[in-house]
């Protein structure tokens, strides 16, 4: 699911604001994680949550 912070062109709307949450701010992107585009971060994250979905 999109989060609600997300702009359409890929901005947080909460990005300097103290109601962001911890978790993004301690984010640190990786190539591993992000990939080379939205589409291969996307693509990731789909694959990390089928490997990781409970039984
Ligand atoms: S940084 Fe966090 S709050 Fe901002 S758009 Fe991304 S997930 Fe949402």
């Not at 947080?12 to 701010?25: A, D, K, Y």
């Amino acid at each position: 699911m999109r989060c609600p912070h997300l702009t359409g062109d890929l901005r947080c709307t909460l990005f300097g604001q103290p109601e962001r949450p911890s978790t993004c701010i301690g984010f640190r992107p990786e190539p591993e994680i992000c990939g080379r585009s939205a589409d291969e971060a996307m693509a990731t994250l789909v694959s990390w949550e089928r490997l990781t979905r409970p039984k």
